[in-house]
């Protein structure tokens, strides 16, 4: 069973940073996960999920714009674990961020970790 696991969420004032994880377990050893799509996706209070910033399977990085030159997307495969850098931080920014990966054809979610940007 795959399971995805964010960390790194938390309060932070406009213009600061922060770093999310999310840890894949249950994947198996070996390069199918490392060729697996993955990517964050944020939900602020009242708006649909949106895609923050993704790996495609093919390794193509693509980011909404409006995190453009803001946020950097990153992976360790040998870790299983993809990372999120934030900065400069905005108050629109405030969301629950979720990893996502489509693995062996299916789809996985992680429960979300709540990041908090104060004016």
């Known amino acids: 069973q795959v399971q995805l696991v964010e960390s790194g969420g938390g309060l932070v004032q406009a213009g600061g940073s922060l770093r999310l994880s999310c840890v894949a377990s249950?994947?198996?050893?070996?390069?199918?996960?490392?060729?697996?799509?993955m990517g964050w996706y944020r939900q602020a209070p009242g708006k649909q999920r949106e895609v923050v910033a993704t790996?495609?399977?093919?390794?193509?990085?693509n980011y909404v714009d409006s995190v453009k030159g803001r946020f950097t997307i990153s992976r360790d495969n040998t870790k299983n674990t993809m990372y999120l850098q934030m900065n400069s931080l905005t108050p629109e920014d405030t969301a629950v961020y979720y990893c996502?990966?489509?693995?062996?054809?299916?789809?996985?979610w992680g429960l979300g970790t709540q990041v908090t940007v104060s004016s």
């Open positions: 996502n990966t489509l693995y062996v054809g299916r789809n996985y």
């Open positions: 249950g994947v198996a050893p070996g390069t199918t996960f490392s060729i697996s799509s």
């Open positions: 790996f495609s399977r093919g390794g193509n990085i």
